[in-house]
């Protein structure tokens, strides 16, 4: 990695995805800096307990001076009010304490794949307008206006549903087959891990001089419907497979963005993914 011991990379929001990104980038050797509202340990990371939602409370900010700065919060609720504060005020507030920042170079901001609220058959990828259809989508697009009046490159990456450890909704769902959506879709997603050497890589070459592109769509290589993801995964437990409903609707999304960055994914399709958690709980269980 093409950097210095001055180096110092500011992540704004360290829950899983964020927590994941500051390990990988101490385990490279850069100073990292997270920023959460409650006290937490991460190993080599120094935590500063702030608020995005409170002003006040992100003043320290002012005198880090990063180089680089990753946005990675979520909202608190499923409620318009809970994405303004997260996601537009939030990042207003960060970004105002970066103003005077003379050695900012990028700012990344983790947006998500809910900005395309299109139900077509068509690949969306950057180059499709996002439409939302709903107050989320709208929230996360406002946020990403707020990066157009930055005076350094900034990159939105817009991750779509995001799976692994602790994040295991699918599998106890294809346990419950009772549960399983009355209406199949087409759905996206995309490991943790992978997300978080994703913003790591764009981080190295921000850091060796190369500028990423304004926008990726974050997924891996397979759109792929509910169902044959609860189906495969309940074959894989024991559980009977489920008839599949009518078409799949909703939206299939590319990565040949991402891809042509030279970054490679560790889990590409579901099953990669899946299969490495289910033998991961099964390790677990046996071992309580």
Same mark, same amino acid.
């Given at each position: ?193 992978? *997300? %978080? /050497?994703?913003?790591?890589? =764009?981080?190295? #070459? ?6 990423? +592109?304004?926008? !990726? ?28 409903? *009518? %078409? /799949?609707?909703?939206?299939? =999304?590319?990565? #040949? ?6 970054? +490679?994914?560790? !889990? ?21």
């Amino acid at each position: 990695m093409a950097s210095s011991v001055a180096t110092k990379i500011l992540i704004i929001g360290c829950g899983d995805l964020g927590t994941a990104v500051a390990q990988q980038l101490v385990q490279s050797g850069v100073y990292t800096i997270g920023v959460r509202r409650s006290a937490v340990v991460i190993d080599g990371v120094l935590i500063i307990q702030a608020d995005v939602t409170q002003p006040d409370t992100l003043e320290s900010l002012r005198a880090i001076q990063p180089e680089i700065v990753v946005y990675c919060v979520a909202a608190e609720a499923q409620m318009d009010a809970a994405y303004k504060a997260a996601y537009v005020d939030g990042l207003r507030h960060v970004l105002a304490t970066q103003i005077s920042n003379p050695n900012l170079k990028h700012v990344f901001f983790v947006s998500s794949t809910r900005v395309y609220g299109q139900n077509t058959d068509t690949l969306l990828d950057e180059s499709i307008l996002a439409t939302p259809a709903d107050f989320g989508g709208e929230r996360l697009l406002e946020a990403e206006s707020l990066l157009q009046s930055l005076a350094c490159p900034a990159t939105t990456l817009r991750l779509s549903g995001i799976y692994g450890p602790r994040r295991l909704r699918m599998i106890n769902l294809a346990q419950s087959p009772e549960r399983w959506p009355h209406q199949n879709s087409w759905s996206n997603r995309i490991h943790r891990d992978d *997300a %978080a /050497a994703f913003i790591v890589f =764009l981080i190295q #070459q921000v850091l060796a001089g190369i500028t990423p +592109q304004a926008c !990726y769509v974050v997924t891996d290589s397979q759109p792929v419907t509910q169902y044959e993801v609860l189906n495969w995964i309940a074959a894989k437990l024991g559980v009977a497979p489920q008839t599949i409903p *009518a %078409a /799949a609707e909703g939206k299939r =999304l590319s990565n #040949q963005a991402m891809l042509a960055t030279g970054f +490679q994914l560790q !889990y590409p399709t579901y099953q990669a993914g899946y299969q490495a958690l289910l033998l991961n709980e099964l390790t677990v269980n046996a071992i309580s």
